[in-house]
């Protein structure tokens, strides 16, 4: 069973930045797609940005321009940089394996996730 740890969340004021990461377990890492999510409170899960195991990547129009989503194969971890932050992108941010045909994560089940909080 493939296991995400994501880490590098936390409070920054509005316009700054942040790295977060994801460590994926498993051998296969460079084949999959992958994605990351976020989640506010009282909201449902947002779909934040994805990339391809060839390095493709797609966005939400929210986050289009002000954020970048990587992956190092070599480490088994996906990278989502985050510049330009808003009061609005405050939410726990997770990683999932990304399954291209529904849209969606992989699996049904996910990390324990990293707060980001933008506030002044």
């Known amino acids: 069973q493939v296991q995400f740890v994501e880490s590098g969340g936390g409070l920054v004021q509005p316009g700054g930045s942040l790295q977060l990461s994801c460590a994926a377990s498993?051998?296969?890492?460079?084949?999959?797609?992958m994605v990351w999510y976020r989640q506010a409170p009282g909201k449902q899960r947002e779909l934040v940005a994805t990339?391809?195991?060839?390095?493709?990547?797609n966005y939400a129009d929210s986050v289009k321009g002000r954020f970048t989503i990587s992956r190092d194969n070599a480490k088994n971890t996906v990278y989502l940089q985050m510049n330009s932050l808003k009061p609005e992108d405050t939410a726990v941010y997770y990683c999932?394996?990304?399954?291209?045909?529904?849209?969606?994560?992989?699996?049904?089940?996910w990390g324990q996730g990293t707060q980001v909080t933008v506030s002044s």
């Open positions: 990339i391809t195991s060839g390095g493709s990547t």
């Open positions: 999932n394996r990304f399954n291209p045909v529904h849209g969606s994560s992989w699996y049904d089940y």
């Open positions: 498993g051998s296969i890492f460079s084949i999959y797609d």
